[in-house]
């Protein structure tokens, strides 16, 4: 595995100055030594001037937040990250890769979930360069890697839990967000890590049901949401029955036998578990025959 290897390039201004300057040296040794018939200083001149136009070709820029990868007919030799005007040999390629911090959002992907249900699922990932050399040997094209990996991540992540957890220990893609999002980080680096890339983060964007299951899966959420709800009134209702003969046998205002308690009992969670308003009856006589 090839590793990053930084290294120093020359100043790029000096080195230019001195090629321009021999270029118009050499080009002015040149035409005077025509012009006189002297052959050996003009192709001497000539050479002088081939050699600055070559040197000038060494002469490059480094942004900030760029590389520039060194290689000489095939090998490489360093990357520069040193920002400004540089000079190295005429005969290094020059490769630039960026190591600014990008984001792409995937394509809304089709995949079964844990519970084999269908869904719909896209993430966002903000990555960054931070091995030149591995970004741009061991992988043919890093980019398309990292687009071709992240989005097989987010189908393997899906897969391994469901939409929608019915019980809250489980985790689950929608109600688990921080979490889901730690674990696909995780699996997204690990994938890309041979290609010199590091992931910031790792977040998904879209979350949804397939259409064609949308619907059934959205009365089920409301049936669920109903019954949660009815077990949360009644679990208070009964509280508030108990609370109500706790502090009448406590106060000992009222003397309730336990029949009259059952009475009660059933009128209060009546009126407190009923979806509708109560409507109040006055009752001028007794329970008792």
């Known amino acids: 595995m090839i590793r990053e290897k930084e290294v120093a390039a020359a100043p790029g201004l000096p080195a230019l100055l001195f090629w321009l300057a021999l270029l118009l040296v050499s080009g002015y040794a040149a035409i005077s030594s025509f012009a006189l018939n002297e052959h050996w200083g003009g192709l001497a001149g000539v050479l002088g001037g081939v050699s ?21 007919f095939g090998s490489y030799r ?15 390629t020059k490769k630039h890769i960026s190591l600014r911090i990008r984001n792409f959002e995937s394509a809304k992907l089709k995949v079964n979930d844990h ?15 931070v091995d030149t050399a591995e970004a741009c040997f061991e992988v043919y094209d890093f980019e398309h890697y990292v687009t071709v990996q992240s989005e ?10 469901p ?23 995780k699996e997204i680096q690990a994938r890309l890590d041979k290609a010199g890339v590091r992931v910031l983060e790792a977040r998904i964007s879209h979350l949804a049901y397939a259409p064609e299951i949308a619907s059934a899966m959205l009365r089920r959420q409301q049936a669920g949401a ?22 009448l046998d406590e106060g000992h205002n009222v003397q309730l036998d336990e029949e009259r308690k059952a009475a009660m009992v059933s009128n209060l969670l009546v009126v407190l578990c009923g979806d509708r308003e109560a409507q109040p009856v006055v009752n001028t006589g007794t329970i008792y025959k």
């Open 52 to 72: 600055a136009v070559v040197g000038l070709i060494g002469v490059f820029v480094v942004n900030p937040n760029e590389g520039r990868v060194l290689q000489l």
């Open 78 to 92: 360093g990357t520069v990250k040193t920002a400004g005007l540089r000079w190295a040999n005429p005969f290094y």
């Open 115 to 129: 519970d084999g249900n269908p869904i719909e699922i896209a993430a966002v990932v903000v990555w960054k360069v």
């Open 152 to 161: 097989a991540a987010v189908r393997n992540l899906a897969t391994r839990y």
């Open 163 to 185: 939409y929608d957890a019915h019980e809250e220990d489980i985790m689950s893609l929608r109600g688990s967000t921080d979490n889901v999002a730690t674990e696909l980080k």
């Open 226 to 247: 109903i019954i949660a709800a009815r077990t949360r009134i009644v679990e208070g209702a009964v509280g508030m029955v108990e609370m109500a003969l706790k502090l």
